[in-house]
């Protein structure tokens, strides 16, 4: 199979976006940001709408954008992913030569999925999971006391940590009773510490999650937790669950409870609705929310095949954020949460979408000529508001933004205070700040002048549930994969994290050497050495 | 009093580190990161380390920027802010006019501190404190039903927040048995919603952080809560402390346990070692530890008014960071603490600086040349590995790095796994990414090259203390301001967080009508009406 890898700057509306982008629309005219843009710049999707009329952008803009999409060929390629195409590869050299299939693990509620075997596979998967959870309900599946299990430890870093957890923290509000989970991540000794040392460990279980069974903080931090329920008087093989490949290291019934597989064809960075995320998400919030996380999920992923961009937010929001970033010259993006669950979503994007698109090398193994992914980042509103806005607002650089908001809250208690309550004062800080951004203000004092043409896009929907998160995690996968088709990159590996492993270790082989030898005995990697003693960790005598 | 209010490129070196920026060092030349480089590129004070090889810096580069400190004065600014000029101000306009004196809260230490009067109000403050604290030790100041208090709940956004959490947070591992604080900072309802239904009231103290007693998101959240224990049927005025200035609308010992008391002379982003920190956080480590803090910072303080970069690295961290920015033209710059409990460190700094050096505008009313405050962000490592590193070693986009390390662990607590422990890991790993991002490598496979060139510091100290925080808290304060004089602007207001304000509160008047008279019924402000509308708040028949 074979699909478009022009580059961008070979697309034939390039020239005429690059022009267009000389005299970008000024928000801060009078009048231009009027009632009409503001109801019609809009795109909606699967239960999400996409506000735009605050983006530099004009009629012309939008329809060279569309052209962008269609001349990408970028939908045929995300259909092409979906069946099963092997997009994770480089022209010419080697490379993972994979295919990219984590939209299988949702595509379950359709008679006819797209890929048979990875939805099987899923299904499979699933049904596992759906029996290990109804004993734990039903009380078949205890610890050695006869006691129902109530916490749960996710051992996992990078795709095995931060896109399940910032499900889980955006959907604690539905956790299911008596039912608590905590994350280990960070080699960092002090992270197990801290953890350990608020459970019960007998009530406790643990899931490792790694795809390769070989990672080397989830091995550390799994060693350091089996050892407090060795150091406890417990059995880890009764508390520990695998989250793996199959026939990894680590799926080995004689050391844990079950295993559960993922497979090679999905990324951990987009691994949130396999394994990965469900184990750990079923213990906490049940199967059944689990579910409608994979259906908000399917729904948006099937909106993202949506040709015309004012009914694919998704593909909208990857060419906006090319119009700001390519053509306009911004270098990062803010993602911006009016929504306090959501508080660790941007962290998650900051590695599916840097891990992602954060090359420097085309599909076809050529240099790229322009910018690719851009730095993602970004706290919940409106704290932002009292912390870093004064930068978004008059600062010598012009970030451009995504705001995600919801109609309504999750715990609906709420309070009217001065004829409003808290739901409305978050969404109109929310409106407010993306007006202010755009259109700015004139004032005698230059120190209170704002120049405005700031831009920004606003994600709406109904309230944060299982159903939306579903969908708001598909909507910017799609959106990383669009932009990553759009530059004409590989948005599946990620070589770039190879060369500070192999260095680490070497780090490693020295420590163990000075702690084998008591002192420094090789004279190879002399700068490696030197770091070691500027840095404190040992005195050369 | 006057200082010296040059622009940055009006100083005589500018031109000269111009003209060594169009050159800047290869770090990718064999042998250019020699152990020697190494070992002398290092500046010490208070008990930190920073080590600089990996800077695309020379000899020449350094002095220049040792001239650079001299010629903007930024140490003399330093000194006067210290002993109370009115920095906070804009020549010629209408400003805020003010004192800044949050040093001055840890000057306690000295018989002769630089600014009597706010030392003297710093440290009555403290005595209140000190016997406050005792009383909740003592068993004096219980519950109604003669319980001690277990919980702390921290209301209060920006510097009321950010700072505070951050500090708790890394010295969660000294936490007092029994104690435990929660924060409460955003005006979703959610944020508020979740924190209460974990609480026993009964035993729960709540701050209420405010300068000025009328902070929206603030007063907002402390009715939901004022709400809740009166639903519990527990009196508030029994369990509310206010932490604010003294007569404003907070002062009043009708509604609060105790009032304690923050100056005008201290802005938000700067007061987690005013009593906006120092009361929560003496509740949950205690007044010894907080104390602790407070030394650590003054002597960082003490350590930042020394001339030699090499024994001074707030300012030669506040100067490296202008030469990747301005000089080298890299436009953010990413904290990467290795450490978890650090993991707040850098939502702080967005806010500290930020806030403070995103500004347009310099102290003599002018509109800046070049560029003022980067973008900050960042997350702990080793996490951050597997998730934008792929970027930060191969994006189209250079970002300078600020790696944070210690040499220890907080808890202790580690297993010897392959020849090193977790800890070594840890900083094996910090060390190995200076390096990887500094040299490169080469590769005949394109998706395996890797440029180099992409600078970094590492600050490293021996273990994460209470008087490390401290010292890490007043280091980075001081970098914020030095780069604030030498850019010329003032760091200490905010003027570009009031627009948001004023549009906030118009949508907010449209929502009361909406909620009055069931229906828009003005024509003024068509823009704002037409962005409830499209964001589905309501429908117009």
């Known amino acids: 199979m074979t699909w478009n890898t022009t580059n961008l700057d070979e697309l034939p509306v390039y020239e005429k976006l690059a022009k267009l982008a000389r005299n970008p629309f000024d928000l801060t005219a009078p009048g231009a940001i009027s009632p009409e843009r503001i109801k019609t710049y809009k795109s909606s999707g699967s239960g999400f709408d996409l506000l735009f009329s605050t983006q530099r952008i004009d009629d012309a803009v939008i329809n060279g954008l569309q052209q962008l999409a ?7 390629q995300f259909h092409a992913m979906k069946g099963g195409a092997v997009m994770n590869r480089i022209d010419g050299h080697e490379s993972e030569e994979r295919q990219v299939l984590h939209t299988a693990c949702r595509d379950i509620f359709n008679e006819t999925p797209c890929h048979v075997v990875a939805t099987g596979q899923a299904m499979q998967e699933l049904e596992k999971l759906k029996a290990f959870l109804a004993g734990l309900d039903k009380g078949q599946l205890v610890n050695e006391q006869g006691e129902a299990y109530t916490d749960y430890v996710n051992i996992g870093i990078g795709g095995s940590d931060l896109g399940p957890r910032a499900i889980y923290f955006a959907l604690a509000a539905y956790s299911l009773k008596n039912r608590r989970v905590h ?7 002090d992270d197990a510490a801290a953890v350990l040392r608020k459970l019960d460990l007998s009530r406790t279980l643990v899931g490792v999650v790694s795809k390769s069974g070989s990672t080397l903080e989830t091995l550390t931090n799994e060693e350091i937790v089996r050892a407090a329920f060795v150091g406890a008087g417990l059995n880890p093989a009764k508390h520990f669950i695998a989250i793996t490949g199959q026939s990894s290291p680590m799926d080995n019934p004689e050391k844990y409870l079950q295993s559960f597989y993922m497979y090679d064809y999905i990324g ?13 998400l079923g213990f906490g919030l049940g199967y059944d ?7 908000g999920a399917n729904d948006m992923d099937m909106a993202a095949e949506e040709r015309d961009i004012r009914r694919n937010p998704a593909l909208l929001l990857a060419l906006l954020g090319i119009w700001n970033h390519n053509f306009l010259g911004h ?5 911006l949460p009016y929504s306090q669950a959501l508080l660790r ?17 085309t599909r076809n193994g050529e240099k790229v000529s322009g910018f690719t992914g851009p730095i993602v980042w970004g706290e919940p509103g409106t704290n932002g508001q009292h912390a870093f806005y004064q930068l978004l607002h008059q600062g010598t650089t012009v970030v451009p933004t995504e705001f995600i908001g919801f109609r309504q809250s999750q715990l609906g208690s709420d309070l009217l205070l001065k004829g409003t309550t808290s ?7 929310l409106l407010a700040q993306s007006l202010a951004l755009a259109t700015g203000r004139k004032d005698d004092n230059p120190n209170r002048f704002f120049g405005g043409n700031r831009p920004s896009s606003i994600l709406l929907s109904d309230k944060l549930t299982p159903y939306t998160m579903g969908g708001l995690l598909a909507l910017y996968e799609a959106k990383i994969v669009f932009q990553g088709f759009i530059w004409n990159i590989n948005s599946f590996d990620q070589e770039g994290v190879q060369l500070g492993k192999v260095l680490a270790n070497r780090f490693l082989e020295h420590l163990n050497i000075l702690r084998q030898a008591g002192g420094k005995d090789s004279e190879q990697y002399p700068e490696s050495w030197a770091m070691l003693e500027a840095a404190g960790i040992f005195k050369e005598e």
Do not use: W
């Not at 269609?70 to 045929?76: C, F, P």
């Not at 994350?183 to 000794?189: C, G, Q, R, T």
């Open 268 to 280: 951990g960075r987009y691994s949130a609705t396999s394994m990965v995320g469900a184990v750990m």
């Open 423 to 429: 739901q409305e004062k978050l969404v109109a800080n």
């Open 331 to 335: 270098e990062t993006v803010a993602v």
């Open 289 to 295: 929310a689990f579910i409608e996380v994979l259906r």
């Open 70 to 76: 269609d001349q990408s060929g970028a939908l045929d």
């Open 183 to 189: 994350f280990i991540s960070n080699v960092d000794p």
């Open 345 to 361: 979503f941007p962290a998650h994007l900051q590695q599916c979408d840097m891990e992602s698109n954060g090359k420097s090398v």
